[in-house]
């Protein structure tokens, strides 16, 4: 298991930016696939994008190409999620993940540990 622990959530005004980061720690953390996913109140937790564990191949929800980078710092072991053109619909919980399957990983399913969750809340 690694332990993930979010920051970087907060407030924004609609357009803006934010970069969400996401520390691990335990088990060597170039060994995992890393992905973020968000939750909205009653609604399913969606996935937002995902970055391989060693080559750094992403892949991102249909939602969010185009205008979200997820990349990783190895030496750090962290994940980040740049954000931009935030808009009300982005308001949300979001999620860093790990998992241990090769391969694109999109499902909740796919991944073994998980973090708190860290707030977005954009103001229009």
């Known amino acids: 298991q690694v332990q993930l622990v979010e920051s970087g959530g907060g407030l924004v005004q609609a357009g803006g930016s934010l970069r969400l980061s996401c520390a691990a720690s335990g088990r060597t953390f170039s060994s995992y696939g890393m992905g973020w996913f968000r939750q909205a109140p009653g609604k399913e937790r969606e996935f937002v994008a995902v970055i391989s564990r060693s080559v750094g191949s992403t892949y991102y929800g249909d939602s969010v190409k185009g205008r979200f980078t997820i990349s990783r710092d190895n030496a750090k072991n962290t994940v980040y999620l740049q954000m931009n053109s935030l808009q009300p619909d982005a308001e949300t919980v979001y999620y860093c993940?790990?998992?241990?399957?090769?391969?694109?990983?999109?499902?909740?399913?796919?991944?073994?540990?998980w973090g708190q969750g860290t707030q977005v809340t954009v103001c229009s």
């Open positions: 993940a790990a998992t241990t399957k090769f391969g694109s990983a999109h499902y909740v399913g796919d991944y073994g540990s």
